[in-house]
């Protein structure tokens, strides 16, 4: 549901600051953002002429990502072979929390943009020459044999797969490195609440891991003790604020 909302905000918002952002001298008029449910790419900048001479100027894949997650990191799967996606192309990653941590809103971040052919090349580059533990030794890729962009079939024919994949890895973007710097920008910068998600994300997997109730506390000291050696406690207000909001949803957590 959310990813579905994602996309359809994405297609309204780009529509509606066409004037102002992407066509400021209306020299895409014959043009407009829609949605594409279950084709590859999720949105394209369409031409709403069907007999037009170029269709599709551009698509984006669009991926999400629940960004207080056990794993700390996406784990989304991007497989789209590099000939299927244009020069313009590009993959969306949109992180999202609720606002208040376990309850709330939705509330989504800034994403993580790259072009779309160079994200696929440089998957398949580094299944080949860096592996993974499910490859078993055998690095070899299927490349799909479709050679356009923009295909129209809802399988997933334009994909590439990786010939042995027993853990189910390869399309994982987070996993090769190439987010890596954004990823620790997201946790170092974005708040929830007033604390920065890093916190947040590793408060709750010591309750996904049934930490006992000593080490959960101790891990939560150090926390505090992280924070205040970072320089963060002034910008944090103090922290007995922090301590305050943990006991409330260590609370809320307890009657899950």
């Not at 399988?155 to 490195?177: L, M, P, Q, Y």
Request: glycine content about 8%; hydrophobic content about 40%.
């Amino acid at each position: 549901m959310l990813g579905s909302s994602i996309e359809s905000q994405v297609v309204d918002t780009l529509n509606r600051v066409r004037t102002t952002t992407w066509d400021p001298d209306g020299e895409l008029t014959g043009y407009r953002f829609v949605r594409q449910a279950q084709v590859f790419p999720d949105v394209v900048l369409k031409a709403t002429d069907p007999d037009a001479a170029e269709p599709i100027k551009l698509g984006i894949e669009l991926k999400g990502w629940y960004v207080l997650a056990k794993e700390r990191m996406p784990n989304f799967r991007f497989k789209a072979t590099p000939l299927s996606c244009s020069e313009q192309d590009m993959l969306v990653v949109f992180p999202w929390a609720l606002s208040q941590v376990i309850s709330g809103n939705a509330q989504v971040l800034s994403p993580w943009i790259v072009n779309a052919r160079y994200a696929a090349e440089y998957r398949n580059w580094h299944w080949l020459q860096m592996g993974d533990p499910s490859a078993e030794g055998n690095r070899e890729i299927n490349l799909s044999s479709v050679s356009t962009y923009y295909p129209e079939s809802k399988t997933e024919e334009h994909n590439d797969e990786a010939v042995s994949d027993k853990g189910g890895n390869f399309g994982r973007i987070a996993r090769t490195g190439l987010m890596s710097r954004y990823i620790d920008q997201v946790f170092t910068v974005e708040e929830l609440a007033g604390v920065p998600l890093d916190y947040w994300q590793r408060f709750l997997k010591l309750f996904g891991r049934s930490e006992p109730a000593e080490k959960i506390a101790a891990s939560i000291e150090q926390m505090g003790k992280d924070i205040k050696g970072r320089g963060r406690a002034a910008k944090l207000r103090d922290l007995e604020s922090i301590r305050s909001q943990v006991v409330s949803l260590a609370q809320a957590l307890e009657g899950l």
